[in-house]
């Protein structure tokens, strides 16, 4: 049984080497902007707020995201977490939308971060992590975007 489990230990770590070593290639997504938000919910005690990023894959290959860690902020102020409300896949080469859905408790957030979910255009910052990867192998990598957005839409 030890045998069989260090074949795989050593397996694996020759997997992500040769991976690793081949993935000279690999270019960043490019991030294009927030493709649309608007308010899902929105009660006394809950709210959600649906954000679709724009992003660009350069890649010759797809990418799954596993799960997503984020942080949102609305002009500067903790509103509440995000989650990815479906496993996303993305294609090679190509644009796609990434949804992801942040969750607050509107009576927590009122002052100025309640007032500007009124405003025209406010301040949105998505910070934390997401889970990328291909065939079982998976890279944490760091999510820092920010941008003006209208929240009902343009």
């Known amino acids: 049984m030890t045998i069989r489990i260090l074949k795989t230990i ?20 490019e991030y294009k902007g927030i493709d649309r938000t608007e308010i899902n919910t929105f009660s006394f005690s809950d709210a959600a707020i649906r954000i679709n990023l724009r992003y660009y894959n ?34 090679k080469r190509s644009e796609f939308l990434f949804p992801v859905v942040a969750h607050f408790n509107p009576l927590n957030v009122l002052g100025s971060a309640f007032k500007s979910i009124f405003s ?17 192998i998976y890279l944490k990598v760091p999510v820092q975007i920010s941008e003006e957005v209208h929240l009902f839409g343009k």
Not at 62 to 72: A, F, Q
């Open 58 to 91: 350069p890649n010759k290959f797809g990418i799954d995201v596993k799960e997503t860690n984020l942080s949102i902020y609305l002009n500067d102020k903790f509103i509440g977490l995000a989650d990815q409300p479906e496993k996303t896949q993305i294609p």
């Open 10 to 29: 050593l397996l694996s770590i020759c997997s992500l080497f040769l991976l690793s070593s081949g993935c000279n290639d690999i270019q960043e997504l």
């Open 120 to 136: 025209s255009k406010n301040k949105v910052t998505l910070q934390g992590s997401a889970k990328l990867g291909k065939g079982g």
